[in-house]
Each structure stands twice: as C-alpha cells, then as structure tokens.
C-alpha cells in the first residue's frame, strides 16, 4: 500500500516563500506521476504541477509557472514543492498525489489513486 505524507506548510506574508514536501511510503513503480494539486474552500481541486518520477520530467500550471518548482530527492523517496513570490491566490489545501503511469501528462485528480492528507498553504496580503 502507498501512502503520501506531506509536510512544511504553514502561513507567510504575500512575496515570502515555503517548501512543501511529499514523504512517499511503500513501493511505487519506476514510472510513476507525482503531482500536487490544490483546494481553496468552496473551490475545486486544482492541478498544480507533476514529475514523471524517476525521470525527472516537470510539467506545472501557467497560474504558478515561474514561481513553483517540482523536484525530487535522489532516493526518489520524496517529492518537493518549492513556492516563492506567494500571492493570497495561492491561499489552498496543498495535495500530494501519485499515480504509476508511464507518462506525467494527466491534470485530472481522477486520474491519481494514491493521495495525501494535504497541507495548508496560508498567504496573508
């Protein structure tokens, strides 16, 4: 069974910075989709950005394009999101989500099995 733990959210001043981090237990296949995903309340989860683990292909949303950056560790364990110039806008419940497919190109939450308790992002004005 995968399970996802994020961590490392947390509240900043609009133009600050945070790094969430996705803790991935148990096997996952070479070849798999790990992308955060976001929710605003009464809003829908959204599709941030995703890497195509172990390979290292990024692919992000134009909302955050420049400004986040989807990374992984070398043990490909853990799954990074590193987020600067924070806007109120990015106020949401961060989601880590994974999928084994041999492409990354999915925005879909339906298309994710496996997904993470979230983290909460907070960017005050």
């Known amino acids: 069974q995968v399970q996802l733990v994020e961590s490392g959210g947390g509240s900043v001043q609009a133009g600050g910075s945070l790094r969430l981090s996705c803790a991935i237990f148990?096997?996952?296949?070479?070849?798999?989709?790990v992308g955060w995903f976001r929710q605003a309340p009464g809003k829908d989860r959204d599709w941030v950005a995703s890497i195509h683990s172990p390979f290292g292909t990024t692919t992000y949303a134009d909302s955050v394009g420049g400004r986040f950056a989807i990374s992984q560790d070398n043990a490909k364990t853990t799954v990074y999101l590193q987020m600067i110039s924070l806007k109120p806008e990015d106020t949401a419940m961060y989601y880590c989500?994974?999928?084994?497919?041999?492409?990354?190109?999915?925005?879909?939450?339906?298309?994710?099995?496996?997904w993470g308790q979230g983290a909460q992002v907070t960017v005050s004005s």
């Open positions: 989500a994974a999928e084994p497919s041999n492409s990354c190109n999915s925005r879909r939450r339906w298309d994710f099995r496996y």
């Open positions: 148990g096997y996952i296949p070479t070849g798999t989709c």
